[in-house]
């Protein structure tokens, strides 16, 4: 019993972990998209950010070990790719930047409703 309770911690803590980055991470977008005519580095810099976690979330989703079902792996693909697509649109001023706010907002949802993020 002793051991299921630390491996539940353990999942509490790195799912609470993984939310604090894309809370923090979708923060920092929309913070620098509001400021980017006057500090378009600075926005650049949060698009690329944005980019690396969707990179991370699937190179994570690509490991063998990663328990999801191949259809949610199938959905954060997709939705990594178009958030590549959408990033480079965005930075030839072809493309705004809330949808991918958005995504990440639906993220962050998905994340709390399945449970507590402690």
Same mark, same amino acid.
């Given at each position: 019993?002793?051991?299921? &309770? +630390?491996?539940?911690? %353990?999942? #509490?803590?790195?799912?609470?972990?993984?939310?604090?980055? !894309? $809370?923090?991470?979708?923060?920092?977008?929309?913070?620098?998209?509001?400021?980017?005519?006057?500090?378009?580095?600075?926005? &650049? +810099?949060?698009?690329? %950010?944005? #980019?690396?976690?969707?990179?991370?979330?699937?190179?994570? !989703? $690509?490991?063998?070990?990663?328990?999801?079902?191949?259809?949610?792996?199938?959905?954060?693909?997709y939705l990594a790719k178009?958030?590549?697509?959408?990033?480079?649109?965005?930075?030839?001023?072809?493309?705004?930047?809330?949808?991918?706010?958005?995504?990440?907002?639906?993220?962050?949802?998905?994340?709390?409703?399945e449970g507590p993020v402690?």
């Open positions: 019993m002793r051991g299921y &309770a +630390e491996h539940s911690v %353990t999942t #509490r803590s790195d799912r609470r972990s993984e939310y604090e980055v !894309i $809370a923090r991470v979708t923060q920092e977008l929309r913070d620098k998209a509001v400021r980017s005519r006057s500090n378009f580095p600075a926005f &650049a +810099e949060a698009l690329h %950010t944005n #980019r690396k976690l969707w990179t991370a979330l699937v190179v994570d !989703i $690509a490991d063998d070990a990663n328990p999801f079902p191949k259809e949610l792996k199938a959905r954060i693909a178009f958030t590549n697509h959408q990033t480079r649109r965005i930075l030839k001023d072809k493309a705004s930047v809330m949808p991918l706010l958005e995504i990440n907002m639906a993220l962050l949802r998905g994340l709390k409703k402690t």
